[in-house]
């Protein structure tokens, strides 16, 4: 229990499919972070949110959509997603910006 | 900007040896370090961290890693291996007092040979 809860573990969809990941943290933490991690690839940091504020986005394709709506949730909108997309999508929280992260187990997605 | 050089994709080791995980770091300014691990199909955990106090710091799992400012690094250790250590370690920097998130190595996958 590392108190960032993600949702689904395991998702898989067409490339025409709209799903969502969802990630909830009970840490009182102000900073969350979306993280890709592909197979032999290092981690990619896709999105970061400061007190519901989208802080970082680096060079992510429009087809992810994060959602920031309080500082206990947030959510990756998925959408005509390529097989290359297909990998481990970690949320993190940390309590602000500039600390010690904090990781989900994280959601394996599989686009077909 | 900070940036952290892990040595070594790969590191195998027989099980009871020393483990040794080769972390350089780059920063202009005071830096924080981590170290996490990853077991398969699971997130990253936080094993250590150092945060310019003792420059020997422990971690869980009976790892040990040491801040040496002379050699920019933040080499992880652990006195004798045990097949549970099998698994994926990033090292991780950030500026002391930054507001940027954590940058993070490529990792290192070690493997623990009965």
């Known amino acids: 229990e590392t108190g960032v809860t993600q949702t689904p573990r395991h998702l898989v969809m067409g490339m025409t499919n709209k799903k969502s990941l969802k990630c909830e943290q009970h840490l009182g933490h102000n900073a969350m972070y979306w993280y890709k991690q592909s197979a032999k690839k290092p981690l990619e940091l896709m999105f970061v949110y400061s007190l519901e504020e989208r802080v970082e986005n680096n060079s992510v394709p429009s087809r992810f959509s994060p959602e920031c709506p309080n500082s206990s949730h947030l959510f990756l909108h998925l959408h005509t997603l390529q097989p290359e997309d297909s990998a481990l999508y970690l949320c993190a929280s940390s309590p602000r910006l500039g600390n010690t992260i904090y990781f989900g187990e994280g959601s394996w997605l599989t686009v077909v | 900007a900070q940036s952290v050089t892990q040595l070594g994709s790969h590191v195998s080791v027989s099980e009871g040896a020393l483990v040794l995980l080769r972390c350089n770091y780059s920063s202009s300014v005071p830096p924080y370090l981590f170290w996490y691990v990853q077991y398969p199909n699971q997130g990253l955990q936080l094993l250590l961290k150092y945060t310019s106090a003792a420059t020997l710091v422990k971690g869980i799992n009976g790892f040990e890693a040491e801040f040496k400012k002379s050699e920019t690094s933040f080499h992880l250790t652990k006195p004798s291996a045990h097949m549970s250590d099998a698994a994926e370690y990033f090292c991780?920097?950030?500026?002391?007092?930054?507001?940027?998130?954590?940058?993070f190595g490529k990792g290192t996958r070690l493997s623990v040979i009965a």
């Open positions: 991780a920097v950030i500026q002391e007092s930054g507001n940027t998130p954590l940058v």
